[in-house]
């Protein structure tokens, strides 16, 4: 089965700072879905890639998904307090199995 | 439009009982999934229903069971709860249609569930 490795596990950061948060996956991608969590909250959608070296840019994040589709990047420009939450990466590895695996999780804390 | 939603926000039940969650897509959706959110395990796939049909299932017992109605919306049920099922259960809902290429998954707020 396919599973998600996010790094780092969580992530301090000063405001104003840029950051990467990095999700590494043990089979090739067929699509890769950004989310951000808010503590005990549903998530919210952020972006998809689907294509090798595919890049998304929405307000101040950016994700990148590698040409070889196993690896994407998360990067947040000049981060916020707003941006603070829990990013979660979750990928369809193909099939015909329909459903999502997530990985763990990257708690950022944005310091003002 | 609205979004996904999910009822009832919060729930306490005892060990041994059964609980009914609920969740509505967004309209014109016809894809919905559920996940079960714990600190230790992260969020892991339960079921996910096309046009009432179940097409997966995650490696849960078989307490946790699910349904689709011909509106698309869709409740999730588990019987007999153990102290380990407290949890966040998240509902998603997509338009993807009949194959398998995934469009965005929408999720909502969640039901959390304390079994005591």
């Known amino acids: 089965s396919q599973e998600l490795e996010q790094s780092p596990q969580s992530l301090i950061v000063q405001e104003g700072k840029n950051l990467t948060i990095n999700c590494t996956s043990s089979?090739?991608?067929?699509?890769l879905y950004w989310y951000k969590q808010k503590y005990g909250e549903g998530l919210i959608f952020l972006m998809m890639?689907?294509?090798?070296?595919e890049e998304k840019s929405h307000e101040k994040i950016t994700a990148k998904l590698d040409e070889k589709k196993q690896q994407s990047s998360l990067h947040i420009t000049a981060s916020q307090p707003s941006h603070a939450g829990i990013y979660l990466c979750?990928?369809?590895?193909?099939?015909?199995?329909?459903?999502?695996?997530f990985g763990k999780g990257t708690l950022l804390t944005v310091n003002p | 439009k609205a979004g996904v939603t999910q009822t009832p926000r919060y729930l306490i039940k005892t060990r041994g009982q059964q609980v009914t969650l609920s969740c509505s897509p967004i309209?014109?959706?016809?894809?919905v999934s559920w996940y079960q959110q714990t600190p230790g395990q992260g969020l892991q796939f339960l079921f996910e229903?096309?046009?009432?049909?179940?097409?997966n299932k995650g490696n849960f017992p078989g307490r946790f069971s699910g349904r689709q109605f011909s509106n698309s919306r869709s409740e999730m049920n588990v019987s007999t709860l153990e102290l380990g099922d407290s949890a966040l259960y998240l509902c998603?809902?997509?338009?993807?249609?009949?194959?398998?290429?995934?469009?965005?998954?929408?999720f909502g707020p969640g039901t959390r569930l304390t079994v005591l």
């Open positions: 998603a809902s997509s338009s993807t249609s009949g194959t398998r290429i995934y469009n965005e998954q929408f």
């Open positions: 089979k090739t991608l067929y699509g």
């Open positions: 890639l689907q294509k090798g070296g």
């Open positions: 979750g990928a369809d590895s193909g099939g015909s199995n329909y459903k999502l695996t």
């Open positions: 309209s014109g959706h016809r894809s």
């Open positions: 229903y096309f046009s009432e049909t179940q097409r």
